[in-house]
């Protein structure tokens, strides 16, 4: 059996999922389990969760690039082998802050070979019409997926403790191997230009302002995911006995909401139009993340329901963006725009992550009131980069 069109899809989706369950399990057990057991502090402990993105980072442009020249479904095979890999390697030898750090590195690089060149995988071999929507129920499925992992790895290392979370999700990226080995083959059109050959997609600014943009949304998305479960333990900290929510109900709620926040962000570029859309979305999130540092010591009901709104406008970007660059890019460096995209998304996402965590250390640490409105406002700043990019590229 080989899979074409929407069964093609709804597998892609699902092997993303699988491909994901690993992909929040550092930050979804680092408050309680391994920032008290290594005695880490906030910067220490981005610096860890950020390694995963660092080590996308580095190898995305490569991975990506080439699927411009090869069968993208043979890099998508190996980078979610690898992702499996690594993972169960940090349930069975981690054993602090360096050793974790550099283990989580290779399960980004693994990543790197799974995201965009599942992406470009699927694009390869849809017709061009079904493209937007397609593109937007992958990267929706995204975050489907990560609500997953916050709930499989809270739950099993809470259980059977965080070394059984790694080796529970590790198995996840199996799933997406089995999608490779039924996809159709594709051969990608000869090329005799240079491998990373970024120039033509510097020069073309229509999808750069997406690439941006979708950097400051990873920067936002990154600081916001990996501090979350620390956020919601503050909180319950402060209110022991009125807390409606525990953390593991909260982080999946806020992961699982982002799969129809971009399906809807990227229907309301399609009838608005794309930068508008995107402009209102971006700058609505800002102004949330705002409310949420001068509410840190509201009630927990007040601050519940803004982190869900929060859960709902930080991803609500993530589609338009990401099927806008698709669309921009010149059909001959569709893959190094990619690339570049995940370069650019994954690099802001690790400085993020840890750029959250020095904020929340200079401004009093992960128990305090001060720390917590310090990495609100810093992350509804940031997010104001996106529209100043789409600006940008309709100049």
């Known amino acids: 059996m080989r899979l074409t069109n929407r069964p093609l899809v709804a597998a892609m989706c699902l092997g993303q999922v699988g491909n994901l369950l690993p992909h929040v399990a550092v930050p979804a057990v680092m408050p309680q389990h391994l920032m008290p057991l290594w005695d880490l502090s906030g910067a220490q402990a981005g610096m860890m969760a950020s390694a995963f993105a660092f080590g996308y980072m580095l190898a995305v442009p490569v991975l990506t690039t080439l699927t411009d020249r090869v069968d993208a479904r043979a890099i998508l095979l190996v980078g979610s082998t690898v992702t499996?890999?690594?993972?169960?390697?940090?349930?069975?030898?981690?054993?602090?802050?360096?050793?974790?750090?550099?283990?989580?590195?290779?399960?980004?690089?693994?990543?790197?070979?799974a995201y965009m060149p599942g992406l470009k995988a699927l694009t390869d071999r849809l017709p061009p019409g079904d493209i937007s929507r397609s593109v937007t129920l992958y990267t929706s499925s995204f975050s489907f997926g990560v609500g997953i992992s916050f709930l499989v790895s809270q739950v099993v290392a809470?259980?059977?403790?965080?070394?059984?979370?790694?080796?529970?999700?590790?198995?996840?990226?199996?799933?997406?191997?089995?999608?490779?080995?039924?996809?159709?083959?594709?051969?990608?059109?000869?090329?005799?230009?240079?491998?990373?050959?970024?120039?033509?997609?510097?020069?073309?600014?229509?999808?750069?302002?997406y690439v941006l943009g979708y950097g400051a949304h990873c920067f936002e998305l990154y600081g916001i995911r990996t501090w979350v479960v620390a956020f919601w333990a503050f909180v319950a900290m402060r209110y022991p006995d009125?807390?409606?929510?525990?953390?593991?109900?909260?982080s999946v709620a806020f992961a699982i909401l982002a799969m129809p926040a971009s399906i809807m962000g990227n229907e309301a570029a399609?009838?608005?139009?794309?930068?508008?859309?995107?402009?209102?979305?971006?700058?609505?999130s800002a102004v949330v993340a705002v409310a949420i540092g001068f509410s840190v010591t509201a009630s927990p009901v007040w601050l519940l329901a803004l982190l869900l709104l929060y859960g709902l406008t930080v991803p609500a970007d993530s589609g338009a963006l990401t099927s806008g660059m698709a669309m921009a890019a010149q059909p001959d460096y569709?893959?190094?725009?990619?690339?570049?995209?995940?370069?650019?998304?994954?690099?802001?996402?690790?400085?993020?992550?840890?750029?959250?965590?020095?904020?929340?250390?200079?401004?009093?640490?992960?128990?305090?009131?001060?720390?917590?409105?310090?990495?609100?406002?810093?992350?509804?700043v940031s997010i104001l980069f996106g529209p100043l990019a789409l600006w940008w590229s309709r100049r």
Do not use: Y
């Open 84 to 113: 499996a890999l690594a993972t169960l390697a940090f349930g069975w030898l981690a054993d602090g802050l360096l050793s974790a750090t550099a283990i989580w590195g290779f399960a980004g690089i693994g990543f790197a070979g």
């Open 158 to 209: 809470d259980q059977f403790g965080w070394r059984t979370a790694f080796l529970v999700t590790g198995l996840g990226p199996l799933i997406m191997v089995v999608t490779c080995l039924l996809m159709e083959p594709v051969t990608p059109k000869p090329s005799a230009r240079k491998l990373l050959d970024f120039g033509p997609v510097l020069k073309n600014r229509p999808a750069m302002g």
């Open 242 to 250: 009125a807390l409606p929510f525990g953390p593991v109900t909260v």
């Open 270 to 284: 399609l009838r608005f139009g794309r930068h508008p859309a995107l402009n209102v979305l971006m700058t609505a």
């Open 334 to 380: 569709r893959g190094a725009t990619m690339a570049m995209h995940s370069t650019v998304g994954f690099g802001l996402s690790a400085l993020g992550a840890w750029g959250a965590g020095v904020t929340l250390d200079l401004a009093g640490g992960p128990e305090s009131a001060s720390g917590w409105h310090a990495l609100f406002i810093f992350l509804g």
